[in-house]
């Protein structure tokens, strides 16, 4: 790798971040910078290669680079442009997904000169969100170096991008809403949520048990499917009586065998399928991670 060869970042990274590593160990100036305004490379620029940057490089900046701009995007455009591609994909239960290598668009994201991409219907994918990420992170890095060292980065595509026949699928940042527990779910689509968004969360359960007026948001982490151990009668005996207007699924406080560990208070949602899933641990709003019996185990005993 050449010597003058630059790498930009136009936010400052943390030492652990993939890339400050490998450009420290390879000697590459690191130019991190808040914002383009005001900004000029500090050499002429071969060519500017955007992954999960998050900004648009302005047209300057992309004219001050004698090949354009390339970004490697994890999905199959057109669909799913956006930040969380392989988040939506899962979300969506899909079960193939795809490298698109685009060119830089001057104004717009995503809309770039499709130079390469995987072809369809793509690489099947992992159901977790690290496995999926970790296997796209590779089809991208090989995809970019074939187009790099076969010059095919170089001569883009003259027509506009093939349209798609049926409604574009966006995948917009996760919000906290995204995490938010909903009726809607089916069991499968709980332990998925839990795994790309992280921690679900509601803010009626510890409310109701607490005969609380007010919201009280609890998260939930570290999911198990009950359907096998729970017994429906008395989940339905132990069902928690919710406010008008509750938009999550059914949950109830029981108290279950749980390993070597005799008998354990554990809430229990059931899903729009039927299915039957149980948090191992809780965090209510000002506290910290407990263990459901911990948490809740109280408002068991006192019934």
């Excluded at 002429?44 to 004698?66: C, N, Q």
Aim: charged residues 15%; proline residues 11%; neutral net charge.
């Amino acid at each position: 790798m050449p010597k003058d060869m630059s790498i930009l970042q136009i936010r400052t990274l943390t030492s652990s971040a993939p890339i400050y590593d490998i450009a420290q160990s390879l000697s590459l100036p690191i130019h991190p910078i808040p914002t383009f305004t005001g900004w000029q490379p500090p050499s002429p620029i071969d060519l500017i290669i955007a992954v999960s940057f998050g900004l648009l490089v302005p047209p300057r900046i992309l004219s001050h680079a004698r090949c354009g701009g390339l970004n490697v995007h994890p999905s199959l455009l057109p669909d799913l442009p956006g930040p969380a591609p392989i988040h939506w994909a899962l979300l969506n239960h899909d079960q193939h997904s795809g490298i698109t290598l685009q060119t830089l668009h001057p104004s717009r994201f995503d809309q770039g000169s499709i130079i390469s991409q995987t072809p369809k219907p793509g690489i099947p994918i992992p159901s977790t969100l690290k496995a999926a990420t970790q296997l796209l992170g590779q089809a991208g890095a090989q995809i970019l170096v074939e187009s790099i060292r076969s010059g095919s980065f170089a001569t883009p595509p003259p027509s506009p991008r093939e349209q798609p026949s049926h409604p574009i699928r966006h995948a917009p940042k996760l919000t906290p809403a995204a995490a938010q527990l909903s009726k809607s779910w089916s069991g499968k689509d709980v332990l998925i949520r839990a795994n790309v968004t992280g921690p679900l969360w509601d803010p009626s359960t510890l409310a109701a048990l607490s005969s609380s007026s007010s919201s009280i948001r609890t998260q939930y982490d570290n999911w198990t499917d009950a359907s096998a151990f729970v017994d429906r009668a008395a989940f339905d005996n132990a069902r928690i009586g919710m406010e008008a207007g509750y938009e999550g699924p059914d949950v109830a406080l029981l108290r279950l065998r749980d390993g070597n560990e005799g008998e354990q208070a554990r809430l229990v949602f059931r899903a729009a399928d039927g299915a039957l899933l149980a948090p191992g641990s809780v965090k209510v709003e000002g506290s910290v991670w407990k263990p459901v019996e911990r948490a809740v185990g109280r408002y068991l005993r006192s019934t």
